[in-house]
């Protein structure tokens, strides 16, 4: 194998195809990315039992053939090539070696006919736009679960049903759900779902948002697959589902609701939480045109009023975990949010439009 390619574009591509490498593996073969030369054409694949990415660049092949090479440390040398062209030669079947801007550089090879064939993409279902997606999925995912023990947890769910996508995620603490519109190759008589790692699917997300356009969704029982341009990604589905958000998110009986600039209630909690003790409160008393935030116990306190209005009572207290409220108000984007409160101890839905939501449980008088 033998190629000249930018170094820009090498760089890009070894960095989208070495987010699939494994962190450890007892298989030294999957921290290799495979680079495969041929016509105008540079692919380069990586995989874990997990995942797997692929991108696509532009190169000038001299020589077609393939090359596995370990992924990280191609990665570390390209960080620090001087730009410009990049001569890449396997020499002996034994070393890649990269040659650019009178910097050389020799890799050891490992035995490309040994690496297993990276999986296909699955059916494609559709499309949506980059950015918006990206946008989606970090508005849910602080609300995922961190807790490995519970797999389930650590997903964000995804419904497809006709022209609108919808996300959600929970860790049973707190729950975020927002919708977007997609473009489905098909009509489908059912919802389509998926429950897909949030962890993965917020980095390749975002990475997919570098470009603008579209990004092609793919989707079996068992696989998800997003593409945009030369780049794809496959993630392996998690088992199990979420709790159905239908009566949750339904505030039956009586609840007031309050409604706070958003920026500054931010900043408000923030503030306060500065003296709260691990696992206690921010209190937020709602009272004729102001709220006052209040944190910690004893000697050490803080507060701060921030201007509310608050309809549906002439009152009401209630305290929340800072870190779960902060997490919240942070994946709004609106000036103003909406706070539908159903008492301490009760569920709270924090609201801009119909189109993005989160709940949280407050807490419990006797915790303020």
């Not at 073969?29 to 380069?44: K, P, Y």
């Not at 559709?126 to 650590?154: C, I, K």
Request: net charge negative; charged share 25%.
């Amino acid at each position: 194998m033998e190629l000249r390619i930018e170094r820009r574009e090498l760089l890009e591509a070894v960095t989208w195809a070495a987010r699939a490498l494994p962190a450890r593996s007892p298989v030294p073969l999957l921290g290799g990315l495979l680079l495969e030369a041929e016509g105008d054409r540079l692919r380069l694949s990586g995989q874990d039992y997990e995942a797997s990415a692929c991108a696509e660049a532009e190169a000038r092949t001299r020589r077609p053939g393939r090359a596995l090479v370990m992924g990280r440390r191609l990665l570390d040398v390209c960080k620090v090539l001087p730009d410009g062209p990049v001569d890449c030669a396997v020499e002996d079947a034994a070393r890649l070696t990269l040659n650019g801007g009178g910097a050389r550089f020799g890799l050891s090879l490992l035995p490309p006919e040994e690496y297993p064939a990276p999986p296909a993409l699955p059916e494609a279902r559709g499309r949506v736009d980059a950015e918006t997606f990206a946008a989606a999925v970090g508005q849910v995912s602080p609300a995922a679960g961190r807790d490995d023990t519970l797999p389930a947890l650590t997903g964000i769910h995804l419904t497809l049903t006709g022209e609108t996508m919808t996300l959600a995620a929970t860790d049973r603490y707190r729950y975020a759900l927002r919708t977007i519109p997609w473009q489905p190759q098909a009509p489908a008589d059912t919802p389509t779902e998926a429950l897909v790692p949030s962890r993965h699917l917020t980095e390749i997300s975002r990475a997919l948002s570098t470009r603008p356009g579209e990004v092609s969704l793919a989707l079996d029982s068992h696989t998800l697959g997003l593409s945009s341009a030369a780049r794809h990604t496959t993630t392996r589905l998690l088992e199990g589902r979420l709790p159905r958000p239908d009566k949750l998110f339904a505030l039956d009986g009586t609840h007031a609701t309050a409604t706070v600039d958003r920026a500054a209630l931010t900043e408000a909690v923030k503030r306060v939480a500065v003296v709260a003790e691990r696992d206690s409160p921010v209190e937020l008393a709602f009272t004729g045109g102001t709220v006052r935030l209040q944190a910690g116990y004893e000697n050490d306190l803080a507060s701060q009023h921030v201007p509310s209005t608050l309809e549906g009572a002439e009152s009401l207290t209630v305290g929340f975990n800072p870190a779960y409220l902060l997490d919240a108000l942070t994946t709004f984007t609106a000036p103003t949010v909406r706070l539908h409160l159903q008492g301490p101890g009760q569920r709270a839905l924090l609201t801009t439009d119909s189109t993005h939501r989160h709940l949280l449980m407050s807490m419990r008088p006797a915790l303020l």
